[in-house]
């Protein structure tokens, strides 16, 4: 079993960056993709950035290119999102998501990181 643990988020002002981060623990770890996704109160959950594990590629939702980075570093792995010049709007809960090889989907899940940016 794989367990995702984000750590980063908090409140900050419009304007500010923050740093996420997720890392995994459990079996050996070779995801075929890790994301991160974030819902805000009643709204759906959103696919805000992802990368592929092997290979680095990236995916941004058109919202937040430019402003967002997505990152990891294999040998630790953690996945991280950058949040620069945040937005009110981007205020949500952040999930960090995995996807096996096995799976069509993102089948494991952190437990959120809170984000709250104060305009």
């Known amino acids: 079993q794989v367990q995702l643990v984000e750590s980063g988020g908090g409140l900050v002002q419009a304007g500010a960056s923050l740093r996420l981060s997720c890392t995994a623990s459990?079996?050996?770890?070779?995801?075929?993709?890790m994301a991160w996704f974030r819902q805000a109160p009643g709204k759906d959950r959103e696919l805000v950035a992802s990368i592929r594990w092997p290979g680095g590629s990236t995916f941004y939702t058109d919202s937040v290119k430019g402003r967002f980075s997505i990152s990891r570093e294999l040998k630790k792995n953690t996945v991280y999102l950058q949040l620069n010049n945040l937005k009110a709007d981007d205020s949500a809960v952040y999930y960090c998501?995995?996807?096996?090889?096995?799976?069509?989907?993102?089948?494991?899940w952190g437990r959120g990181a809170q984000v709250t940016v104060s305009s």
């Open positions: 459990g079996r050996t770890f070779s995801p075929y993709a």
């Open positions: 998501a995995a996807r096996t090889y096995s799976s069509d989907d993102y089948n494991f």
